[in-house]
């Protein structure tokens, strides 16, 4: 039984973390997270204009994010998924998820 318990205690994942990506200059800042399922992503928009966050699989969208706005997604699946501003399709950005 004691064998049982060490295994369960061995499999705990670490505690969730939140990581944050600006949105600063019409560009997403970092370009690139890497994140753990059950993390949460904050996008911070800086600029004067709305933005988006979308992915181009479609897994998720943020809608618009205003001006000094803020949108928090939680990390669900392991995977990668390329993302992009709807409104400026040359802001792009990766969410790695492990």
């Not at 501003?85 to 998820?97: F, G, I, R």
């Amino acid at each position: 039984m004691l064998l049982g318990t060490a295994v369960l205690m061995g499999a705990r994942r670490a505690p969730a973390r939140s990581h944050v990506v600006r949105i600063s200059g019409f560009q997403f800042v970092p370009p690139r997270i890497t994140a753990a399922v059950g993390d949460t992503v904050v996008w911070s928009n800086e600029d004067i204009v709305p933005h988006t966050a979308t992915a181009l699989t479609g897994a998720w969208d943020s809608g618009t994010i205003a001006a000094k706005g803020r949108w928090t997604l939680v990390v669900r699946v392991a995977g990668r998924v390329e993302y992009q501003c709807a409104l400026h399709p040359s802001m792009k950005a990766t969410v790695e998820a492990e």
